[in-house]
């Protein structure tokens, strides 16, 4: 899987948008990207998938640049629950196990 | 709901116990995985399973052994547990479909620590 690149930290306030982005220059025509989140003291868990249009789903959005070498997440109202480290990553064919990076840390201030 | 559970949330050991740790997933999944979990280090994959009695080795296999004996459980077995083996633990599963769009779905961790 191609690597992505995601800033350590980011903080938001409660109910205000959150946008969380990913570098991926070396992104594939095939890889779709993919995002999980992990609660804390819980395992990862999915959150959205796309491969060039945007995406949303009831959890977030997901906008891809035209290009695709770089994406975001969009978490619409951050509440105290979105409080997590959301990783991006990119897969080219299933069955492999995911490949996670460092991801980064969103913090909600109520 | 796809459901991954694992045996223990928390397990403590001594060093040079055999420690297995169980996962076992209700949807009929091809495919199991486990991955430890270290401050700084992220989730490294340790083994996989792409059917019963099958097994691939991960990233980090050494000090570790795996079992699939039936298609809903895969066991993680430490075969004489160190102190380096303090980690979480994540089980995941996920179906056999080769598609881009396969998502792996997580249990919620076993925090094991190694005295």
């Known amino acids: 899987d191609a690597k992505t690149t995601q800033p350590n930290s980011m903080e938001s306030n409660e109910e205000e948008p959150v946008h969380l982005p990913c570098n991926h220059s070396?992104?594939?025509?095939?890889?779709?990207i993919h995002w999980y989140r992990q609660l804390p003291s819980q395992g990862p868990e999915y959150v959205i998938h796309g491969l060039t249009s945007n995406v949303n789903n009831r959890m977030a959005s997901l906008a891809i640049a035209e290009d695709r070498k770089s994406s975001t997440l969009i978490l619409h109202r951050a509440t105290l629950r979105d409080a997590a480290v959301y990783y991006c990553?990119?897969?080219?064919?299933?069955?492999?196990?995911?490949?996670f990076g460092k991801g980064t840390r969103l913090s909600v201030i109520a | 709901d796809v459901k991954v559970t694992q045996s223990s949330r928390y397990l403590v050991k001594r060093t040079g116990e055999k420690v297995f740790l169980e996962c076992v997933q209700d949807?009929?999944?091809?495919?199991m995985f486990w991955y430890r979990q270290d401050p700084g280090l992220g989730l490294r994959l340790i083994y996989f399973?792409?059917?019963?009695?099958?097994?691939e080795k991960g990233d980090i296999p050494e000090g570790y052994s795996v079992s699939r004996e039936k298609k809903e459980r895969f066991s993680l077995i430490l075969e004489s547990a160190s102190t380096n083996q303090t980690s979480m633990y994540l089980c995941?599963?996920?179906?056999?479909?080769?598609?881009?769009?396969?998502?792996?779905?997580f249990g919620p961790g076993t925090r094991l620590l190694v005295l």
């Open positions: 995941a599963s996920s179906t056999s479909l080769a598609t881009h769009q396969e998502t792996q779905y």
């Open positions: 949807m009929d999944h091809e495919n």
């Open positions: 399973s792409y059917d019963v009695k099958m097994k």
């Open positions: 990553i990119l897969r080219d064919y299933g069955n492999t196990p995911l490949v």
């Open positions: 070396t992104i594939s025509g095939t890889d779709y």
